[in-house]
């Protein structure tokens, strides 16, 4: 059963005038047959629907009635009737004529612009009683190791210079090279940039190519740090239907096509759902986005967290011939505090992007590029193994710890990543992360992963990163005084 519907979870916003052709409304009035009643009222609640969602932008101006009813093969008596409704009841201005603009009642999506989402999750400079805000793991044993004696680990390896490695340093380039070609990408050094983290990658890569021009396409539901990098660029997001299986491929296919936007932007295994797509659909959405004429993002910063099954392929090894740009990181198998991530893409952007980054801050810590390489290079089997042993461990102890307290959270267990998405029966989650908060046990409610107002809004993420012993505390807090 979808969750986030195809009609609930777009917004489009076509290029040039606000004027939804009849093709573009067709394209996105999926099975809106489906219902009761005369079909003009249900050709009216459709519209409502995409109105509410804000997938019809406000002020759009519609077909006209004898161009939407050749198109959907209706007469214009029902398309005249559906308008006069829709009239009726404020959603199209009031004056007549037969290719109307989406009045004052459709929502504008301007709100998702001002996007304070982000830092609302990050905020506190006091460590909570148990951290369930952020989904982030503590130290991996060879990172502590490393930073207890960094000299031992680089053992004479070349010295540090003058401590800038602006464009990146040399061997943690060849490092992430590498690792990314055992992946299965045909990556070369000059098409490597290293960055502060997956963070500042997707936000090189968002505010370089989206445009105000058309809008970024995102999971319905996502990682709430790339909002900003959107609203940066002056652009918006638009949503990508997403089931409790993860994202409706076909929907997505269906809308990309339509929309043709620059951008999208999808996680793989997706924060918070812990979903990914089959090799079979990122395929079918490759080629889609191919033809929209669309750069996807591929998001792998959780990719080699994977639970049960196997690790999601990168994009870029699929062999679409898709413009692909792959970011990653250490923070989720290693260690955030590393700020150690990347991007690859075509060798020309590389170089910009490069330039861009260092332009900003003159590149990470030199000591710790040079430790990531070495990490990365002679540990990362060795410490991904460990990091899925932890975090089986801790998914089993919070089930546990969920049972015991007599919970009634619904969740199934994510395909990859570290994060369980809770659905919380009969309670708002934002109150309920109010009370966690006041508990010492911060958690971020669904409503921030969300790029549709409204949806979401029953969940909350509850990331399992931490040792048993401290998912046990902070659930025993969460049942006795939230929920
Ligand atoms: C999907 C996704 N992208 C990017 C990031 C940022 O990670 P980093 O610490 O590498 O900047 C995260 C962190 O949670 C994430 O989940």
Redo the contacts with the bound molecule.
């Keep these: 059963m979808p969750v986030w519907h195809l009609i609930e979870g777009a917004t489009l916003r076509w290029n040039g005038p606000m004027r939804t052709t009849a093709d573009q409304l067709a394209g996105v009035l999926d099975h809106w047959k489906s219902g009761t009643g005369p079909l003009y009222q249900q050709l009216a609640d459709a519209i409502v629907a995409l109105a509410e969602s804000g997938t019809l932008e406000h002020g759009a101006r519609m077909p006209s009635e004898r161009a939407l009813a050749t198109r959907l093969h209706l007469s214009r008596n029902t398309v005249t009737a559906a308008y006069q409704r829709l009239r009726d009841q404020g959603w199209l201005e009031a004056s007549a004529g037969s290719a109307p603009r989406l009045g004052t009642r459709s929502r504008g999506v301007a709100a998702l612009t001002a996007q304070d989402r982000f830092s609302r999750i990050l905020v506190g400079q006091d460590p909570p009683l148990v951290a369930l805000n952020t989904?982030?793991p503590p130290p991996a044993p060879a990172v502590s190791a490393a930073l207890a004696a960094p000299e031992a680990l680089l053992d004479g390896r070349a010295a540090l210079g003058n401590g800038y490695a602006a464009l990146g340093d040399r061997d943690l380039t060849l490092a992430i090279t590498d690792h990314l070609r055992r992946q299965g990408i045909a990556a070369r050094p000059d098409e490597v940039v290293v960055t502060s983290?997956?963070?500042?990658a997707?936000w090189l890569a968002v505010t370089a190519l989206a445009s105000p021009a058309t809008p970024v396409a995102l999971e319905a539901i996502t990682?709430p740090?790339v909002f900003d990098a959107i609203a940066a660029a002056g652009s918006r997001p638009f949503a990508l239907p997403m089931t409790d299986e993860g994202l409706d491929v076909e929907g997505s296919a269906k809308l990309l096509r339509a929309a043709e936007p620059d951008l999208a932007y999808l996680?793989s295994f997706n924060?918070p759902t812990g979903t990914s797509l089959a090799d079979a659909d990122a395929i079918r959405l490759l080629t889609a986005a191919k033809l929209a004429g669309t750069t996807m993002i591929d998001?792998r910063?959780?990719a080699d967290l994977a639970l049960s099954g196997r690790r999601p392929r990168p994009f870029a090894s699929l062999g679409t011939g898709a413009s692909v740009i792959t970011i990653g990181?250490m923070?989720k198998v290693f260690w955030?505090g590393l700020r150690i991530?990347w991007l690859h893409t075509n060798a020309t952007l590389a170089a910009q992007l490069r330039h861009r980054r260092a332009a900003m801050d003159l590149g990470s810590p030199a000591l710790f590029q040079r430790v990531g390489a070495v990490l990365l290079r002679e540990a990362y089997d060795d410490t991904l193994e460990w990091r899925l042993a932890s975090l089986r461990e801790s998914l089993a102890a919070t089930r546990a710890a969920m049972r015991e307290a007599g919970l009634d959270w619904e969740a199934v267990d994510p395909a990859g990543g570290p994060s369980l998405w809770v659905r919380l029966p009969g309670l708002s989650s934002e109150r309920f992360a109010e009370r966690a908060e006041r508990a010492g046990v911060p958690v971020v409610a669904g409503a921030a992963f969300s790029v549709v107002p409204g949806a979401g809004v029953d969940r909350f993420r509850l990331p399992f990163y931490l040792p048993p012993e401290e998912m046990r505390l902070g659930i025993k807090i969460l049942a006795e005084r939230a929920a």
Excluded: M
């Design positions: 989904a982030s983290g997956a963070q500042q997707l990682y740090g996680t924060n998001d910063t959780l990181g923070s955030g991530g």
